[in-house]
């Protein structure tokens, strides 16, 4: 690039120092091997000095109108909602860009971003723990809870706080290509392209009533995944007509008896590509979903990847 990109980072009260060293590591950390890099600044977002998670004080050298001059500013978290959104921090966000800055959120950045009004009509992310509140507080965007990160041309969302690194080498790689932004990731010891449409990898809760009457059908049937499990049968197994079954699964699963079923041979198969060396054709089969394109199928629809990315990124 002809000159060198402007990134800065807003810092506020109770920051998350890991969050704004995503940004100061990827971006400001000086790499003499490439001739050109970005100049990263940390810009206050409110008055300062500011606290930080862990007691520490912090004194940001640069204050919002350095926002106008920007190629790029990052929001590391944001925990404060509207209540902590000043006159001037919301005015200096919107005329950057309109100025043509871009905008990037890690996990709860993306509240200052909606706040501002960045996000209205747009796709976006979060941490799982905050979508639907994200959702609830700005029905004008679109949250979409499964993945690493949502690019929107001039405004990114990303996921939980690592899922940042992931946005940030994306952001990388756009302004100065795959061969930079690949050592930059091997510099981090991180995979070099994760996609942003990628699952995020979220707990699965367990039922939400562990002691009722399906509860020993549930563990009958995960210890037998390859088995061919009907309705009927699980009906059978767990002394309850069909409809009864369905009944009692969405009360303690919150999902239907085949949706629970695919989800839990998804998660066995996951385990099997992250301990073992078995073929896709012996993961289908040992998982009870039969055929490898079967097992893709799911795989990509529930965890937002194909088996061997995740196998390439999670193997012991």
């Known amino acids: 690039m002809a000159e060198r990109p402007l990134v800065c980072a807003l810092v506020y009260d109770d920051l998350c120092l890991f969050e704004l060293g995503i940004?100061?590591?990827?971006?400001?950390?000086?790499?003499?091997?490439?001739?050109?890099?970005?100049?990263?600044?940390?810009?206050?977002?409110q008055q300062g000095p500011l606290r930080t998670l862990g007691g520490l004080t912090l004194q940001a050298a640069d204050d919002l109108s350095l926002l106008a001059d920007a190629a790029l500013v990052i929001v590391p978290g944001w925990p404060h909602g509207e209540a902590g959104l000043s006159g001037a921090l919301r005015a200096s966000i919107k005329a950057a860009h309109r100025g043509g800055t871009r905008f990037a959120s890690i996990c709860s950045g993306a509240f200052l971003l909606a706040a501002c009004g960045l996000l209205d009509g747009r796709r976006a992310t979060t941490h799982w723990r905050y979508a639907d509140q994200l959702q609830a507080a700005y029905p004008a965007l679109q949250v979409d809870p499964g993945v690493l990160y949502v690019d929107e041309g001039d405004v990114m969302t990303s996921a939980g706080s690592a899922a940042g690194l992931d946005l940030c080498l994306h952001i990388v790689r756009q302004d100065f290509g795959s061969e930079v932004a690949n050592h930059v990731a091997r510099r981090l010891v991180l995979p070099a392209h994760r996609q942003g449409g990628q699952a995020q990898f979220i707990p699965r809760p367990l039922p939400r009533h562990r002691a009722g009457d399906i509860a020993p059908l549930?563990?009958?049937?995960?210890?037998?995944?390859?088995?061919?499990?009907?309705?009927?049968?699980?009906?059978?197994?767990?002394?309850?007509?069909?409809?009864t079954l369905q009944r009692r699964f969405r009360e303690a699963t919150a999902s239907t008896p085949q949706e629970w079923l695919v989800g839990?041979?998804?998660?066995?198969?996951?385990?099997?590509?992250?301990?073992?060396?078995?073929?896709?054709?012996?993961?289908?089969?040992?998982?009870?979903?039969?055929?490898?394109?079967?097992?893709?199928h799911h795989f990509r629809r529930i965890v937002g990847t194909s088996p061997l990315r995740y196998r390439a990124q999670f193997a012991a």
């Open 23 to 45: 940004a100061a590591e990827v971006f400001g950390l000086p790499r003499p091997e490439f001739d050109d890099w970005y100049d990263f600044r940390v810009v206050a977002a």
């Open 264 to 296: 839990e041979r998804i998660e066995r198969a996951k385990e099997l590509l992250e301990t073992t060396k078995l073929s896709a054709d012996d993961i289908a089969l040992a998982c009870g979903l039969g055929a490898p394109e079967t097992l893709r």
């Open 218 to 243: 549930l563990d009958r049937v995960r210890a037998a995944l390859d088995e061919d499990w009907t309705i009927p049968r699980m009906a059978e197994v767990a002394g309850l007509s069909p409809r």
